[in-house]
């Protein structure tokens, strides 16, 4: 691991400005992505701003009925709060079917929002990636891409987003709410919070230098079943190789998002439109346009079977 200077902020908006001030610097939260990054000296920051005593771990209600999701809240906390358990049940089941208690309980809500990916060859600093060192190439197409994405791919990188709650998320039309540097704020749509990789692998986030994340929002709650299906090789302790969340209405109509196929929660609200037909249509649609290669071709099917088991676990409930 590589020397790094040390601060505790005070306030959101001392550590955005710190944060701008000195290259290289980045935040830390609970830790458990960054700091193995930094052992493998595949992050090598020079500054750590842990903003833990910020105070950004409350779970409050908003007017117009939806909630707000301190930054800070640990993973173990949001699953379990009631009103998440009520209301956005999808949530609660990403979360727990992601990492392990004890992770959960360190991990945090914006830590996993910007988790990185777990594609093999990032982590072989012997390898080129270009997510890893833009230019350097990309040792996972041709090489072995099991885990990897079938859609939003580019030449230039095929790894997936390996979070269970940006899945929930993008289901529920969640808002990233940031401040800058400069103390102005906003709030980010989900859908626009992870980019695809174009040229710019290395590029994931919509967040400029320095931006901070305070909170996540979700809107009011929306009637239905709420369903997080994740497939695994193991049965627990393990990434997805793809997840299905869902929000499935007694008429059949509701919301679909998929998880383990792109380098962002893949979600279309045209394809949802199909849901009433059965899943090939949702899939059809939802995955058009997918280059699978030929490790992971398995996974469009996959997709379309584990949607195929909500859809009929839905009609049972
Ligand atoms: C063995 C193992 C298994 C796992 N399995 C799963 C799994 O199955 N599913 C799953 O979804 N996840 C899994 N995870 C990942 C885990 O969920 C993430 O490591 C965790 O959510 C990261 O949160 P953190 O608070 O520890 O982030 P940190 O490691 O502290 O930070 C991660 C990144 O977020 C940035 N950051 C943190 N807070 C802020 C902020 N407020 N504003 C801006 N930037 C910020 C940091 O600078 C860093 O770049 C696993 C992790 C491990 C180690
Ligand atoms: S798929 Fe992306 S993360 Fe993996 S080696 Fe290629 S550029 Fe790097």
New binding site residues.
Partial sequence: MRPFTYERATSAADAAAAAARTQGA???????????LMKLEI?TPVHLID?NGLG?DRIERVSGGGLRIG??VR?TDLAANDRVRRDYGVLSRALL????GQ??N???T???????TRCPYFYDTNLPCNKRKPGSGCAAIGGYSRQLGVIGTSDACIATN?????VALRLLDAQVE?VRPDGATRAIPIAEFHLLPGSTPHVETA?ATG????AVTLPEPLGGEHFYHKVRDRAS????LISVAAIIRRDGSGRVAVGGVAPKPWRSEAAEGELRRGAGPVVSQLLAGAKPTHHNEFKVPLVERTLASVMNEARTA
Avoid at 97 to 100: D, E, K, L, P, V
Avoid at 162 to 166: G, T, V
Avoid at 237 to 240: I, K, S
């Fill in positions: 980045k935040f830390i939260a609970g830790g458990t992505n960054l700091l193995d992050e903003v950004l930054a800070l993973n079917a992601g990492a392990s992770l959960r360190k991990a945090t914006a830590g996993n929002l910007l988790q990185r390996p979070s269970d709650m940006n940031t967040l931006e901070l994340i305070t302790y393990a990434f997805a």
